[in-house]
């Protein structure tokens, strides 16, 4: 397996791989990750889908990417996945899907049209004082010593970030600044989290550093990505021949394991309360999804809380016997075992009176009927104890929503805290009682919101014990290679493998480890497409510069004199030109 760069082997047909049709391949978990790679391994490795089995413990695809309608509770969504145009993997992928709706079209035509036609924005990312302008205003506020952190941590290697949390890096001044409010809230990512982590999101997406206030970086599907991106992906897999076992929780793997060879020998699973398996021989691939950011996930409804599910997790229960069997399985409870730190909550509100509408609109400027972009990202109450955030996609954002109903997204960072409205808990609150709070930071009349909260609409809660574990401060060998040393028919593959291309909770990552792991244990003779380079094109480290200095010059210190000689000196080169162009040297007079 190699990477590639360009659009020379983008549009490539690799060649049949030797011996695929002697192979078969199996994949535990029905997430994007087995979804994807069962699809590279038709499309690119050309195995025959009927050769092709996912196993699976709940009844239906898609893993995170969720979004169903519950008859007694309403619609619900556990999260949100946003997405850009350097997301190489996945866009590779979804150019061969085709489209539900559109006839002719794939699904990355459809998106590609529909966030053409409706760009993305937001006209308030932030409030206070029950829905008002916070006035952030695009701005960063970074002091001097708070950029001087950010610069510390890009330039730092990987291993000195290694196992820090972000507030052990990254001083009071940048904690208090814009900008830890536009990217925590965004990537969710709390002061406790991994250093690692915030510096590869740096790198990753340095290009995006403008469009962080507003979100014009950030593209969306039309519906929920469980009807936008995994119907379509599933209903193609199905075409192929693939074949899904619902209700099948695989429990362990045995493994041939010596110094120079690794290979697994039989998946053991329970079905329908039955235990079974499976031997594998050297031709039968094997992908593992390990670990899961929503494992135990627990939905209340309007007049229940969501409970908090503290106990076994079989997803990382897998992971750790697994674990157990080779050091270079990785190490599961570096993520796994820290549930207060890696919870969080979210609830779906379904509007069911015009009256919320009006004041969704008069924050975000939009008519949330329009069926275009609404809030264009998540807006955060600032003044928020909970530090809720909540987002309105465009709509219908179901298919099956009515006319008049509005479907809307919240989360909040601190679930343990009392509200200001509800002097709760948030994880201790019905879907009522977090309407209420939500309706209060959207500027309802205090006398109007227990009326509305309990028949203007309906709320589910989800609590999810995991749902930031791969945020946890982490050291190299915590997360197995995609293709461990020695392996000749298995691969880990989803949020918690590890390649060093890219970075997680995105997903692009879920698309990109089983590319990887398909193209290597077969010997696809096509690169994998390198991540975007741009945290190696000065032109967009200068425009974040410029950006995260909120458009302010630098100063070059010295007499007068000097910094006028100095300018003149850099007018006349390519440097002086980019720092003019950029905003960071005073252009020509």
Not at 367 to 394: C, E, H, Q, Y
Request: include cysteine.
């Amino acid at each position: 397996m190699y990477y590639s760069n360009g659009n020379y082997e983008a549009f490539a047909r690799p060649r049949k791989p030797e011996g695929v049709d002697e192979k078969t391949a199996l994949f535990v978990g029905a997430g994007l990750a087995s979804l994807s790679g069962a699809a590279f391994l038709i499309r690119d490795g050309q195995m025959p889908g009927n050769r092709i089995t996912v196993l699976e413990r709940l009844d239906l695809p898609g893993g995170a990417l969720d979004g169903i309608k519950e008859p007694k509770k309403g619609f619900v969504i556990r999260g949100g996945r946003e997405m850009e145009n350097h997301f190489e993997c996945l866009w590779d992928l979804f150019r061969s899907i085709p489209s539900l709706e559109v006839g002719g079209a794939s699904v990355l035509d459809e998106f590609y049209w529909l966030n053409k036609e409706d760009p993305n924005r937001s006209l308030q990312r932030a409030t206070v004082d029950r829905g008002q302008d916070a006035h952030t205003d695009g701005l960063f506020t970074l002091s001097e010593k708070a950029q001087k952190d950010i610069i510390k941590v890009f330039l730092a290697t990987r291993e000195e970030m290694e196992g820090k949390r972000i507030d052990e890096v990254f001083g009071e001044d940048f904690l208090k600044s814009n900008f830890w409010l536009y990217w925590r809230t965004m990537f969710a990512f709390e002061e406790w989290h991994s250093a690692l982590e915030m510096k590869l999101y740096l790198h990753r997406f340095i290009h995006h550093i403008g469009g962080l206030p507003d979100f014009s970086a950030l593209k969306f599907t039309k519906y929920n990505q469980y009807e936008s991106l995994v119907l379509p992906l599933y209903k193609w897999l199905l075409d192929q021949g693939v074949v899904f076992r619902f209700s099948t929780e695989v429990t362990d793997v045995d493994f041939d394991i010596t110094p120079e060879r690794k290979q697994a020998t039989r998946v053991h699973w329970v079905r329908d309360g039955a235990e079974g398996g499976v031997d594998l021989g050297p031709d039968d691939l094997l992908f593992m999804t390990i670990g899961s950011l929503t494992e135990n996930s627990r939905n209340g409804d309007h007049h229940t809380p969501a409970r908090l599910d503290e106990g076994p997790a079989p997803a990382w229960d897998l992971w750790r016997r697994l674990a157990a069997k080779d050091p270079s399985f990785g190490r599961p409870d570096v993520f796994g075992s820290h549930i207060p730190q890696t919870k969080w909550e979210s609830a779906t509100v379904t509007t069911l009176d015009r009256r919320i509408p009006e004041y969704i609109q008069k924050i975000c400027k939009r008519d949330p009927f329009s069926g275009r972009v609404v809030t264009g990202g998540i807006v955060t109450a600032k003044d928020s104890n909970w530090l809720m955030s909540w987002t309105v996609n465009r709509q219908p954002h179901f298919k099956q929503q009515k006319p008049n109903e509005v479907v809307v997204w919240l989360y909040s960072l601190f679930v343990d805290r009392p509200g200001d409205f509800v002097p709760k808990p948030m994880q201790d609150c019905t879907g009522e009682e977090i309407t209420r709070e939500w309706l209060y930071h959207l500027g309802v009349p205090v006398e109007d919101i227990p009326e509305l909260a309990a028949t203007g609409a309906k709320c589910v809660p989800v609590m999810m014990p995991y749902i930031t574990s791969f945020f946890m401060p982490r050291h190299a060998g915590d997360r197995p290679d995609v293709v461990p040393e020695g392996s000749v028919n298995f691969a880990f593959i989803g949020q918690f493998a590890e390649t060093s291309r890219d970075c997680i909770f995105t997903t692009e990552y879920s698309v990109r480890t089983p590319m990887e792991a398909v193209y290597t244990l077969l010997d696809v003779d096509r690169g994998v497409p390198e991540v975007f380079g741009s945290t190696y094109d000065v032109r967009a480290l200068l425009a974040a510069t410029s950006r995260l200095r909120d458009g302010k010059e630098l100063h070059v210190p010295g007499p007068a004199l000097l910094r006028k000689w100095l300018l003149g000196k850099l007018d006349a080169t390519e440097v002086g030109e980019l720092l003019t162009e950029f905003g960071l040297v005073p252009d020509k007079p």
